[in-house]
């Protein structure tokens, strides 16, 4: 392995803790968007804010992470993507923003009005930024950013592989998160919470999986390069994909707890380094190779260095921030 | 290394006033938060030691507050810190193509700083309630020390852009080779970075302080406003000085590394020693006018004598001077003399309270607080005007122009527009909602309970 591919290797860890963590994060705007009227809502809403409050700013970071590796160790790549799907990226942007603010603002502003309108502005960007994300993916993967960058603003996204990866990235982002809060309703206790989690669950997984099938058949009409490694340097992560998505739903069919988050967790992780798996050795296929966009090997040596820090320092902290949070140190209300 | 031939401009112009107002007004924006993110964490652990130490229950309070504000704060610094790395690549891809590798090293390090911040902050504003006292506090420390680490990255980053080294160019003017030391410890890095933090202290002590003062002035003269005065303002008094030594040093540096913005800063038009300090006054190419001239002072300040030679604009090519001479001079004697007067309130204050261990008892005190905070604010984007809009024309000084380095991409200034009408929500939403909070805190309630927007009517029934 050579350092460029090193770099990549920590490019994608980045990707998919921020898959994992943040898209759950997302999916808990979702949940929260469909959770009906104020009063009906209520309990499934509060649920979502006691999970996600304490941990969602550090999960973001996971996405700061991404950006810094990508245009630190692979400035070209970075640049053209950048130069040529800015109008997705701006959308996400702006969802990034709306969606953070929204949720801060949401707890503490005066009367019912203000909280529903900043609630509201949480739910509905956590849907749009995902989508737009995955959009970008999409369009990465389909060979809609040149090398050179300044590809079409507009064409290089608005194809079906693109906007089938969006409605992926929302769907298993909700996935995981009815999930995860599977876990968090039945630590409270609120059995009845447990069970709508459940129901959403299934339904969740069931949209992802669609969107995935979907996405593998424009996989084959759009990316072929993409498709062809896939199904076959890349077969066990989809075919790990597909048990880790069976087999949480067979559990949950059978009235089971257990194992849920690492089957959930095992689907998506197994999705994004099939996309690594598949693409390689392309940053951006099939123009642009992870070694023809490397930075120089001393800056390559500092991307080791701050993985390595993060290794022990970062990860050894949000494990005792999860810790904290799901043994009920740490309060969500306030 | 001899800077390159400039290249072929490869946008149009407004393309690059749109884009550099864009990131201009996103950074003075976030700039105000990340001051909150490096310099309130100390402020609020001081509060929380006392409270500790001396069983002190209305310091606990102010810590609590004070930490309550900063998870508002915090959430919008947050993303709109985000909104600068996107604007990174969506503003400046060229920038970011030629010289990402080089100093994107020092953003890699901030990654790690900001991401402990982060993970600290949050155990340390949802543990109040079920962390023991001590171990609450502790779980507080990383905060400090990564907010000064970010900073200290971040700065050093900009630091690179005004004094680029650490790495190598092949004909074409590709980076082939990069030492990330020295990147990070460019000879800017030295003064910049602890300018900055510094500032973070000013900027959150007088602000918090400005806040109580505005209580005491309106009668709320009890000992919770006292210690919500007394602790950021002491902060804020014990920076102010050293600030000053650091920021004579940094104008130091400025005049011998990068003498084009020296000039700009001081309106100097012709190369000579026994230079004329102006304060004040328009900047004009027949001199300076409506200034107060101080004869020699200039060169006295660049070199401890009237004798020393100061580089006028007259050797600056035409085509790398900065733009906007006279906005450059008066934000920096914005910002020295704002400086002057923050110390000067600091020597006020210090002094009585050394004669009498009391606040001075005149309301004038208290309104020369309450107007610190916002002072501190202008001085603090005074100073970033001044470093980046002195840099101009270059984005990485000597080596590449910011209309190399700007975007193609149409838009730009609807963008502006968009961004505009968001961050004047977002902002007017952030006081309004931390007004709520302080509103809420001294009729004694506490956060709104229940579900996040459901009538709390509901959640109790049915929790």
Avoid at chain 1, 140 to 169: E, K
Avoid at chain 2, 122 to 149: D, E
Avoid at chain 2, 162 to 184: M, R, S, W
Wanted: hydrophobic content about 55%; aromatic content about 12%; overall charge negative.
């Amino acid at each position: 392995m050579t350092k460029a591919d090193a770099a990549a290797a920590i490019l994608w860890v980045g990707a998919t803790f921020y898959a994992l963590f943040g898209g759950a994060d997302f999916g808990g705007g979702l949940w929260d968007l469909l959770a009906g009227g104020p009063e009906k809502g209520a309990r499934p809403r509060e649920l979502i804010q006691r999970s996600l409050t304490p941990v969602w700013e550090a999960n973001h970071v996971w996405l700061i992470f991404v950006l810094v590796v990508l245009w630190t160790a692979f400035p070209p790549a970075f640049s053209a993507i950048f130069s040529t799907l800015y109008v997705p990226i701006a959308l996400a942007a702006l969802g990034i923003v709306l969606r953070g603010a929204g949720f801060a603002f949401r707890k503490s502003i005066e009367g019912l009005q203000g909280r529903r309108a900043a609630g509201a502005t949480f739910a509905l960007s956590s849907v749009l930024t995902p989508f737009f994300m995955g959009a970008v993916v999409g369009a990465i993967a389909s060979g809609g950013v040149p090398a050179a960058g300044n590809g079409d603003a507009f064409s290089s996204w608005i194809q079906p592989l693109p906007l089938l990866i969006g409605g992926m990235f929302v769907a298993s982002g909700a996935y995981l998160s009815a999930v995860f809060l599977v876990g968090d309703a039945r630590r409270a206790g609120e059995e009845d919470m447990e069970a709508y989690f459940v129901r959403r669950s299934m339904v969740a997984a069931a949209v992802a999986g669609a969107f995935a099938l979907a996405g593998l058949f424009a996989l084959h009409s759009e990316a072929r390069y993409v498709f062809d490694r896939l199904v076959a340097e890349g077969l066990p992560l989809v075919i790990l994909s597909g048990f880790c998505g069976l087999g949480l739903l067979a559990v949950l069919l059978r009235g089971g707890r257990r194992p849920l988050r690492p089957l959930a967790a095992g689907a998506v992780v197994a999705v994004v380094w099939g996309w690594g798996v598949a693409q390689f050795p392309y940053l951006l296929p099939t123009s642009l190779r992870i070694d023809q966009a490397a930075a120089p090997d001393p800056t390559m040596t500092v991307i080791f260095v701050v993985f390595a820090v993060a290794a022990v320092l970062v990860l050894p902290s949000l494990a005792l921030l999860y810790t904290l949070s799901q043994r009920d140190l740490l309060e969500g209300e306030h | 290394m001899p800077p390159l031939d400039p290249l072929p401009l490869a946008a149009s112009a407004s393309n690059l006033l749109a884009a550099r107002e864009l990131m201009a007004f996103t950074l003075a924006f976030h700039i105000v938060l990340s001051c909150l993110g490096v310099a309130l964490p100390a402020t609020i652990l001081v509060a929380n030691y006392l409270g500790l130490k001396r069983d002190d229950a209305d310091a606990m309070e102010l810590a609590r507050r004070w930490s309550k504000a900063m998870a508002v704060t915090f959430a919008v610094g947050a993303v709109t810190g985000t909104v600068l790395s996107f604007e990174f690549g969506l503003l400046w891809p060229e920038f970011m193509d030629r010289f990402g590798s080089v100093f994107g090293v020092a953003f890699a390090i901030e990654g790690i700083f900001f991401f402990l911040e982060a993970i600290f902050l949050a155990i340390y504003i949802y543990g109040w309630k079920r962390l023991g006292g001590w171990a609450h506090f502790w779980s507080g420390v990383p905060m400090v020390i990564t907010g000064i680490g970010g900073a200290f990255s971040v700065v050093a980053a900009n630091a690179w852009m005004n004094q680029p080294q650490g790495f190598v160019l092949d004909a074409a003017g590709k980076v082939v080779d990069t030492d990330p030391l020295e990147v990070l410890f460019n000879p800017a890095t030295g003064y910049e970075a602890p300018h900055m933090i510094l500032a973070a202290y000013m900027v959150v002590g007088f602000l918090v302080a400005s806040i109580y003062a505005v209580g005491m002035l309106r009668g709320r003269r009890d000992r919770l406003h006292r210690l919500g005065l007394l602790i950021p303002l002491a902060i804020g008094c014990i920076a102010t000085p050293i600030q000053l030594f650091v920021g004579d040093t940094a104008a130091r540096e400025i005049a011998d590394h990068q003498p084009a913005k020296f000039a700009a800063i001081e309106c100097i038009e012709e190369t000579g020693d026994h230079q004329t300090e102006y304060l004040g006054g328009i900047c004009t190419s027949d001199g300076v006018k409506w200034a107060i001239p101080i004869p020699d002072l200039d060169s006295y300040l660049v070199g401890f004598s009237a004798d020393t030679e100061v580089t006028g604009l007259n050797d600056i090519p035409a085509d790398e001077r900065p733009p906007a001479n006279t906005l450059l001079h008066l934000s920096f004697d914005a910002m020295v003399g704002i400086g002057t007067g923050l110390l000067a309130l600091g020597a006020w204050f210090g002094f009585v309270w050394w004669k009498r261990r009391d606040i001075p008892p005149t309301p004038w005190f208290l309104r020369a607080v309450a107007v610190s905070g916002v002072a501190s604010i202008v001085a603090l984007w005074c100073g970033w005007i001044v470093t980046e809009v002195g840099r101009q024309p270059w984005i990485v000084q000597g080596y590449m122009r910011t209309s190399e380095a700007v975007t193609e991409a149409d838009g730009i200034w609807f963008a502006f527009a968009g961004v505009l009408l968001l961050y004047a929500g977002l902002g007017t939403t952030a006081i309004l909602v931390l007004r709520g909070m302080s509103k809420r805190w001294r009729a004694g309630e506490d956060e709104p309970e229940g579900a996040p927007y459901g009538p709390p009517a509901a959640s109790e029934g049915a929790a």
